[in-house]
């Protein structure tokens, strides 16, 4: 409930947090910060917590986002199946992400490579890393 959600975003010190799936999520504001100037912190969260983060953070940071997608809603259904993660609400919250991203997000990479979890997230870093490079961030 959005009080219990509000009582632990207070407590914990969160600049962004949500539900999904009956599983509590957050980003202590301290992780941040530990961060030094010079570094960019690298966070994973979904389309409206990069907007929430926007709104949080109000400007202490020049936040750019990367979404890493799959290539397909069939792909997408495929990984999810083989990750033991599928449901049919999961793969309505992912379509929506998708379909959401061009608005929220600066970078989209699509993963075509792989449907195994583990490859994709290989494949992804490799991608993210390329490109914050291309652009002079590391």
Not at 16 to 24: K, M, N, Q, T, Y
Not at 63 to 71: E, F, H, Q, R, V
Not at 126 to 136: K, P
Request: proline share 4%.
């Amino acid at each position: 409930d959005d009080e219990y959600m509000a009582n632990l975003a207070t407590k914990y010190g969160l600049v962004e947090h949500s539900l999904h799936h009956g599983d509590v999520y957050g980003l202590p504001r301290k992780n941040i910060e530990a961060v030094p100037k010079e570094k960019i912190p690298i966070l994973n969260t979904d389309t409206e917590g990069i907007a929430t983060l926007r709104q949080s953070l109000n400007g202490e940071y020049n936040l750019a986002s990367i979404m890493i997608c799959p290539d397909s809603a069939e792909s997408l259904e495929a990984r999810l199946r083989t990750s033991n993660r599928h449901s049919l609400a999961r793969l309505a919250v992912a379509q929506i992400y998708l379909e959401t991203a061009p608005a929220t997000t600066n970078f989209i990479l699509v993963n075509r490579e792989s449907n195994t979890p583990d490859k994709a997230v290989a494949e992804s870093a490799r991608r993210v890393h390329n490109l914050l490079g291309s652009i002079g961030l590391i």
